[in-house]
């Protein structure tokens, strides 16, 4: 989800910021640098390993330690190796250095290239005649690149892409599979890279390794790049990138493998994390049914990407979400609304304020799927940041619904529970909440039933927490709260009241209801 | 969590923010709490108290309070606590045979995946690791021990603050007694900390020497005081504990003839009036330096209230101990507490020690206790008077204590004085539960070390024995009736 509250989609439109690719591509974005600086020191690394691991042997104490002197030397010897012009020896020493990188913890990325070996390794690489040379070179780099962002440019700067580009051709599936790795990394640095290897030609050289015999592991690293090629706004790739890209990738969503289809899903959610523009795209492939069944899987891991992208669709057009509705989604949401994680029952509450922030007709379909009820439950019962996702809900639904039904979300349950919510700290939240409670006054008012409205209201203990409000330090809520009280519950609301006419239909509103309402 | 500066670390931390404070339900961490909740006060730290019977409630009040928690509080010392980077560590890589990618910790799976990685090479590295991983938490676990007393860690800190006063050292006071009432350390522990309490009630008793109210009734004072715990001879090496009951029986009768029934006599000395004890430890010095036994008394403290009350440290802690097992799991636990302190009951605590001693005189009497090989085993039944005393823990624990004391000097078998002793007691007759309970042998070397709680584990998981181990006491379970037999037999073999 983005990180900007998206509720109404109205307020979801995404500036494009529009800036040259060529400038991005040669600027060193700074704060690229402090995000990705923070994001590895926090992020968990999560990535499965792959399986093919050539080199049997285990690592020895030594290219555990930690003592500086031990690294210093061995480096000393790395780079003697690795200077030399013996073939033997300067795999050895890209040996050594690949042992040191890779790893526990601690690995000695800067000594490495402080120790100017970067040169070597990218040279390395073109050895074709020597695959196990250009093997441990291509690893060493990968580990180097994986580091902050100034690890990677050095790795860039020593000119390693066009080398990594080329290797991915390599007869050899555990070479091609390091550089797709490697690139990888290159290209989740940032924009800026992605960008730089996107107009090397990275694209059609990595799709020609897309062949059916690919073992899974190295499918897993494919599609773990591809989605890296996809990532990051400011600017987002090219349209033409996303269209070459695209077909793979709606392959790999149809593989079997939970890994590749989570990242390909991932992948999906960065596509459709933009303007509608970005959001047609992605619908026009006819991925959206295979999305919505993606949702009823049992892994997290393939769950989470696939509501995020669902999510970001229906924060798009009225067009766009009803291609989402057509799909099937408002069969999954449900479940996913009682999912066992928070997160999710979070992002699915958002996609449905979303869709509830549409037209009447997408309203109503949210009422014949059944969604409201489990809306209530979430209201009721879910972590604070999905109650709060489940208020927009209510309130662009109360916002664009007709009266009938407003009517049917208050017989579910859907007044009491946002009465309820009144009493929570956040004050934005609070106003929301006023909002809907104003809204389907509205509708009361249209019923002719805004004394009966009033009445129930008090009865769900509404009235004591919207007087209580009066209180508030935050100015708006308690001028929201007073308009509230002043229009419905005054002494001057209440003549308001008489002087409409009183509809000849039940009253909607009226004792019986609220009778229904506490026979627990 | 760990630090070693409290205030810097911990209380400068919290001071600003608003605390959850998760407190079991033992004395020494409620007296802890009432130090925090003074200094808090103070602070105008806002702060919720929670209490806390057991891992399960823990766990439960935690993600309820998940949202608002910074910081966590929980008050149970251990000692010894191995690195970090040795026990946890970020998930880098995971199991190469898994799939899903879903091992490890909970946001797993669920969270966006990393923009860069490594090639690790980890596959021995891993292994080693985690063997060695495996060995420190044993090592750890494996034993059942406490380190200072927390309320003793928390007096230190408003020490440190220059903001103890003298409700708060007797609260601390009580924390350390505790621990030595229920014989969590060992004794030269209680005489180190004894002593730094010492000085402590010394500076505050100094303090008040100037103060025109010494004489008013509010005025507490605190005094240090000999115990002599003779109902439950400590010390007794040499002569058995009945002998040692029976000298000071003598004494009392003026070396009357008849003697009393045991129960009688003790329930006399304990209603006795300090001061009147005060004067028999001239003469129990004498019996006892008669009978040639070490030194029995303890160092102890008692406190002054006004002119009338005078509460030896243990009193308060029996007393709070039975009140706290009185009632059900609530917040009620620290209110009961609260009232306790307030109007001491020592009704509670002489019906327990009676319960006690009857329960002690019939187990021996009857033989129930038996050896089953590498301990002691000792399964009280439903119709044992008293026995409702004991489906808790505290009370067991002290009734375990005494009876393997008991045992160890009434039987002549010489292997079975240094074999440990596992009670069970009926907990809850409708479910079908016992509560079992392990202490290490008797000795005076010992140094503590509760290896139960590892056991017991382990008997159960071998036996898919159906046990609660929820207790911050590791070496007290429940367990289903049912799975008894087979449960045993599992110690058994893994205590051979």
């Known amino acids: 989800m983005p990180t900007e509250n998206l509720t109404d989609k109205r307020l979801s439109k995404f500036k494009n910021k529009g800036k040259d690719p060529l400038k991005m591509r040669e600027r060193r974005v700074a704060e690229c640098v402090e995000l990705r600086k923070a994001q590895r020191v926090e992020s968990i690394l999560k990535r499965r390993n792959i399986e093919f691991q050539p080199v049997e042997e285990p690592l020895s104490p030594e290219y555990n330690t930690d003592n500086q002197q031990v690294i210093s030397a061995t480096i000393q010897e790395i780079i003697e190796n690795v200077n030399s012009d013996c073939p033997e020896r300067q795999t050895q020493g890209c040996q050594t250095a690949r042992k040191l990188l890779s790893r526990e913890r601690n690995p000695p990325l800067k000594e490495v290239v402080e120790a100017g070996l970067l040169s070597r390794f990218v040279e390395f690489l073109s050895r074709n005649d020597n695959p196990?040379?250009?093997?441990?070179?291509?690893?060493?780099?990968?580990?180097?690149?994986?580091?902050?962002?100034?690890?990677?440019?050095?790795?860039?700067?020593?000119?390693?892409?066009?080398?990594?580009?080329?290797?991915?051709?390599?007869?050899?599936?555990?070479?091609?599979?390091?550089?797709?790795?490697?690139?990888?990394?290159?290209?989740?640095?940032?924009?800026?890279?992605?960008?730089?290897?996107?107009?090397?030609?990275?694209?059609?050289?990595?799709?020609?390794?897309?062949?059916?015999?690919?073992?899974?592991?190295?499918?897993?690293?494919?599609?773990?790049?591809?989605?890296?090629?996809?990532?990051?706004?400011?600017?987002?790739?090219?349209?033409?990138?996303?269209?070459?890209?695209?077909?793979?990738?709606?392959?790999?969503?149809?593989?079997s493998d939970k890994s590749v289809l989570s990242d390909a899903c991932w992948a999906i959610s960065y596509l459709t994390d933009g303007p509608n523009e970005r959001i047609d795209v992605i619908i026009k492939t006819g991925i959206l049914p295979r999305l919505v069944e993606l949702l009823t899987f049992e892994e997290l891991a393939?769950?989470?990407?696939?509501?995020?992208?669902?999510?970001?669709?229906?924060?798009?057009?009225?067009?766009?979400?009803?291609?989402?509705?057509?799909?099937?989604?408002?069969?999954?949401?449900?479940?996913?609304?009682?999912?066992?994680?928070?997160?999710?029952?979070?992002?699915?509450?958002?996609?449905?304020?979303?869709i509830a922030a549409g037209p009447r007709p997408q309203i109503q379909q949210l009422i014949t799927c059944g969604l409201l009820s489990p809306l209530v439950d979430l209201l009721k019962n879910a972590d604070f940041k999905t109650q709060r996702e489940a208020v927009w809900a209510v309130t662009?639904?109360?916002?664009?619904?007709?009266?009938?039904?407003?009517?049917?979300?208050?017989?579910?349950?859907?007044?009491?529970?946002?009465?309820?919510?009144?009493?929570?700290?956040?004050?934005?939240?609070?106003?929301?909440?006023?909002?809907?409670?104003?809204?389907?006054?509205?509708?009361?008012?249209?019923?002719?039933?805004?004394?009966?409205?009033?009445?129930?209201?008090?009865?769900?203990?509404?009235?004591?927490?919207?007087?209580?409000?009066?209180?508030?330090?935050?100015?708006?809520?308690?001028r929201a709260a007073q308009a509230l009280i002043e229009k419905y519950f005054s002494e001057d609301a209440a003549d308001e009241c008489l002087k409409t006419e009183a509809t000849e239909t039940d009253f909607v509103f009226g004792p019986t209801e609220v009778q229904r309402r506490f026979d627990f | 969590?760990?630090?070693?500066?409290?205030?810097?670390?911990?209380?400068?931390?919290?001071?600003?923010?608003?605390?959850?404070?998760?407190?079991?339900?033992?004395?020494?961490?409620?007296?802890?709490?009432?130090?925090?909740?003074?200094?808090?006060?103070?602070?105008?730290?806002?702060?919720?108290?929670?209490?806390?019977?057991?891992?399960?409630?823990?766990?439960?009040?935690?993600?309820?309070?998940?949202?608002?928690?910074?910081?966590?509080?929980?008050q149970d010392d251990d000692l010894g606590v191995p690195s970090y980077d040795d026990i946890f560590r970020d998930d880098e890589d995971e199991d190469e045979d898994g799939d899903g990618g879903d091992s490890g910790n909970e946001s797993d799976g669920g969270s966006e995946p990393s923009g860069k990685r490594r090639r690790i090479e980890r596959q021995r590295a891993k292994r080693e690791w985690e063997a060695r991983r495996r060995e420190i938490l044993f090592d750890y676990e494996q034993y059942e021990y406490h380190g200072t007393s927390a309320s003793m860690v928390m007096f230190e800190l408003a020490w440190v603050m220059t903001k103890d006063t003298k409700d708060m050292l007797w609260w601390s006071i009580i924390g350390l007694t505790d621990q030595w009432v229920h014989d969590k350390i060992t004794h030269m522990k209680y005489v180190t900390d004894i002593a730094t309490l010492q000085r402590h009630v010394s500076r505050h008793n100094h303090r008040n020497e100037d103060e025109e109210n010494s004489l008013s009734i509010d005025c507490m004072r605190i005094s240090f005081e000999y115990e002599y715990p003779v109902q439950y001879c400590e010390k007794c090496s040499h002569e058995s504990w009945w002998e040692c009951t029976r000298a000071i029986q003598e004494i009392l009768q003026d070396g009357a003839a008849s003697i009393l029934p045991l129960k009688q006599v003790r329930q006399k000395f304990n209603s006795m009036d300090l001061s009147i004890k005060e004067?028999?430890?001239?003469?129990?010095?004498?019996?006892?330096?008669?009978?040639?036994?070490?030194?029995?008394?303890?160092?102890?403290?008692?406190?002054?209230?006004?002119?009338?009350?005078?509460?030896?440290?243990?009193?308060?802690?029996?007393?709070?101990?039975?009140?706290?097992?009185?009632?059900?799991?609530?917040?009620?636990?620290?209110?009961?507490?609260?009232?306790?302190?307030?109007?001491?009951?020592?009704?509670?605590?002489?019906?327990?020690?009676?319960?006690?001693?009857?329960?002690?005189?019939?187990?021996?009497?009857?033989?129930?206790?038996?050896?089953?090989?590498?301990?002691?085993?000792?399964?009280?039944?439903?119709?044992?008077?008293d026995v409702k005393l004991f489906s808790k823990p505290l009370a067991l624990t002290l009734l375990c204590k005494y009876l393997l004391k008991a045992f160890v000097c009434s039987t002549r078998n010489k292997r079975c004085k240094v074999l440990p002793l596992i009670m069970a007691a009926p907990m809850d007759v409708e479910k079908g539960t016992v509560i079992v309970l392990g202490i290490p042998p008797e000795s005076e070397t010992s140094d503590k070390k509760n290896f139960f709680g590892r056991a017991f584990e382990k008997a159960a998981e071998s036996t898919s024995s159906r046990t609660l181990h929820d207790h911050f006491d590791t070496s007290i379970i429940e367990l289903k009736m049912e799975d008894r037999g087979k449960f045993l037999d599992a110690l058994i073999t893994l205590l051979s």
Not at chain 1, 302 to 319: F, K, W
Not at chain 1, 331 to 346: D, E, F, G, I, S
Not at chain 1, 427 to 448: Q, R, S, Y
Not at chain 2, 37 to 60: E, I, K, R
């Open chain 1, 132 to 255: 196990t040379l250009q093997f441990e070179a291509a690893w060493s780099l990968t580990n180097v690149a994986s580091g902050t962002s100034w690890h990677t440019q050095q790795v860039v700067e020593h000119g390693a892409v066009p080398a990594f580009i080329s290797l991915l051709a390599s007869p050899m599936l555990n070479i091609s599979e390091q550089a797709v790795w490697a690139l990888g990394n290159i290209a989740g640095d940032g924009p800026s890279y992605r960008d730089a290897l996107i107009d090397c030609n990275v694209i059609p050289a990595l799709l020609a390794r897309l062949t059916p015999d690919a073992p899974v592991g190295y499918l897993r690293n494919l599609t773990w790049t591809l989605s890296n090629l996809c990532r990051n706004k400011n600017p987002f790739p090219r349209f033409s990138a996303v269209q070459q890209m695209l077909p793979s990738i709606i392959q790999l969503l149809h593989h």
């Open chain 1, 302 to 354: 393939v769950v989470t990407p696939a509501l995020r992208s669902i999510g970001n669709i229906v924060s798009g057009s009225d067009v766009q979400t009803q291609a989402a509705i057509d799909a099937g989604v408002l069969t999954a949401l449900p479940k996913l609304m009682r999912h066992p994680k928070p997160n999710v029952q979070k992002e699915a509450a958002w996609a449905v304020s979303n």
């Open chain 1, 396 to 478: 662009n639904y109360t916002s664009g619904g007709t009266v009938e039904q407003v009517v049917q979300l208050v017989k579910c349950g859907g007044l009491e529970a946002i009465l309820n919510l009144l009493t929570v700290k956040d004050a934005k939240t609070v106003l929301v909440i006023l909002d809907a409670i104003n809204n389907i006054f509205l509708a009361a008012e249209k019923l002719g039933e805004v004394e009966k409205l009033c009445l129930l209201v008090e009865e769900l203990g509404g009235l004591d927490r919207i007087e209580l409000l009066q209180n508030h330090e935050n100015n708006t809520v308690y």
């Open chain 2, 1 to 74: 969590m760990f630090v070693t500066d409290i205030r810097k670390e911990f209380y400068d931390v919290v001071v600003n923010q608003r605390v959850a404070l998760l407190v079991s339900a033992d004395i020494d961490a409620l007296c802890a709490c009432k130090i925090l909740q003074a200094l808090f006060h103070c602070d105008h730290v806002q702060y919720t108290l929670v209490p806390v019977t057991g891992w399960q409630d823990l766990g439960t009040a935690f993600l309820e309070h998940k949202e608002q928690i910074k910081l966590l509080i929980k």
């Open chain 2, 279 to 385: 004067n028999l430890r001239e003469v129990i010095e004498e019996s006892s330096n008669k009978f040639g036994m070490k030194d029995i008394r303890v160092q102890t403290f008692s406190v002054h209230f006004g002119f009338k009350n005078r509460f030896l440290a243990s009193d308060v802690v029996h007393a709070a101990a039975a009140l706290l097992e009185s009632v059900e799991k609530d917040e009620g636990a620290t209110d009961n507490f609260i009232k306790a302190l307030d109007c001491l009951s020592r009704s509670n605590i002489e019906k327990l020690h009676l319960g006690i001693d009857l329960t002690i005189a019939s187990c021996i009497c009857t033989n129930l206790i038996l050896s089953q090989g590498p301990f002691l085993y000792c399964h009280l039944l439903e119709g044992t008077p």
